[in-house]
């Protein structure tokens, strides 16, 4: 059978029709045509090119239109940018595609630069918003059913995550044994963290490592990945809490900045300075992980949270010394943002996946359990849950959890 490049190797009829599943292109055996596929029978694909309405796996019906996040407005103002459209229709897979519906969805520090525009200044609003999400496969293309069936459970790092439904290239997607917010986390902040201290932070044991923010979605894995290279681990933190937390997760040294100084603990504590520096926050925290570095010392930037809330995006910080404090150390700063480390993403996600499975690794998520208004559930609460992690109060990756109308039985 043929399929016309138009159709994109989907039926042309106007209504939905099923085409069987077929992992061989022949069986030699005899019997039944199914009897090759292990005796059941091959699972039914769903064309919906042509539906409005389409059914999921399990008969619920999947609506014509959904809730979604939409950057109106170039803003780093989340609430100003961001406005919650009701009827957004769902998107239909093309053939290599997945329609994922989320289940859970993560904040990123960088959500707010995205709703400014600070990432690609060609894009002009509307635009979907949101980086990463985890949920089951609802439909798909023929060509993604290669590789994919409905009801799986899969993850992925795309624009777009604030939507009840997302459509996802298969190639992007990442299979999962189950819908867990636990691995959620290691989609953007476990594999920032996996990823830059091992191509940037050279670790090697008894190297002394600080992580700025160390509490946070990426830095409880920059804690927990130093540890595991027998490195010696400073964190900064907020409160008694978050360093009662980074204790549990190995960390050696615990600084609460809102009740110590940073700079005269590191002072007393490491004279000779630290070799690594895993550095979030920005402005004053930068100067202090500077002047703190060891002769040959790393200062790794993965981002400078206090700026983001400006116009500009930045943080002050003493540039005009810049030069001369490198020079004098024989030190460097290295930037990473992890779209220009794609190569090694696959590698960095297996291994932080094997770790977790293997108990090898905390997965710390923040439900917004003990925010104000309670936990954070459905894409209205994305809002509070932006405003959460500016105000500092997260211990691990903030989820918002998605829930579903009672029809569906998943």
């Given at each position: ?346 590698m960095a996600l297996k291994h932080l996946l094997e770790m977790y499975e293997k108990g090898d690794l905390v997965c710390e998520v923040d439900f917004g359990d003990m925010s104000p208004e309670g936990k954070f559930i459905g894409l209205e609460s994305v809002f509070r849950a932006v405003d959460y992690m500016y105000m500092g109060k997260n211990i691990g990756k903030i989820v918002v959890e998605l829930p579903h109308s009672v029809n569906?039985?998943?």
């Open positions: 059978m043929s399929f016309s490049a138009k159709s994109g190797a989907l039926l042309s009829s106007r209504a939905p029709r099923y085409w069987w599943r077929r992992r061989q292109p022949s069986c030699a055996a005899e019997g039944p045509s199914w009897s090759c596929f292990g005796g059941s029978r091959p699972r039914p694909i769903l064309d919906m090119s042509y539906s409005r309405h389409f059914l999921d796996f399990q008969g619920s019906s999947i609506p014509s239109s959904m809730k979604k996040l939409v950057v109106t407005k170039l803003s780093q103002n989340f609430r100003e940018a961001v406005t919650l459209q009701q009827d957004s229709p769902v998107p239909l897979p093309g053939d290599g595609d997945l329609l994922v519906r989320n289940r859970f969805v993560g904040i990123n520090a960088s959500d707010i630069n995205y709703s400014a525009g600070r990432y690609d200044s060609s894009v002009k609003p509307p635009f979907d918003t949101g980086f990463e999400g985890i949920g089951d496969v609802v439909a798909l293309g023929l060509s993604a059913s290669a590789h994919y069936t409905v009801g799986q459970a899969v993850a992925y790092v795309k624009a777009g995550s604030f939507a009840e439904y997302t459509v996802v290239p298969a190639k992007h997607a990442v299979p999962l044994p189950s819908v867990k917010p636990e691995f959620l986390t290691l989609m953007v902040s476990g594999a920032t963290a996996y990823i830059s201290l091992k191509e940037l932070g050279e670790l090697s044991e008894g190297k002394k490592v600080l992580v700025t923010a160390a509490a946070g979605g990426t830095g409880q894995f920059a804690v927990q990945l130093a540890k595991k290279a027998k490195c010696h681990v400073i964190g900064t933190c907020s409160s008694d809490e978050k360093g009662g937390f980074l204790k549990s997760i190995g960390c050696d040294c615990t600084i609460n900045y809102k009740t110590e100084s940073v700079e005269s603990v590191l002072r007393k504590d490491y004279p000779e300075g630290v070799d690594v520096v895993y550095e979030s926050v920005g402005g004053k925290m930068f100067d202090l992980a500077l002047n703190s570095l060891a002769t040959k010392g790393r200062l790794i930037i993965i981002g400078f949270i206090t700026g983001y809330q400006s116009p500009t995006g930045l943080s002050p910080i003493k540039a005009e010394l810049l030069p001369a404090k490198l020079l004098k150390k024989s030190a460097s700063i290295r930037g990473f943002f992890l779209n220009h480390y794609l190569s090694e993403y696959q569906s039985k998943l």
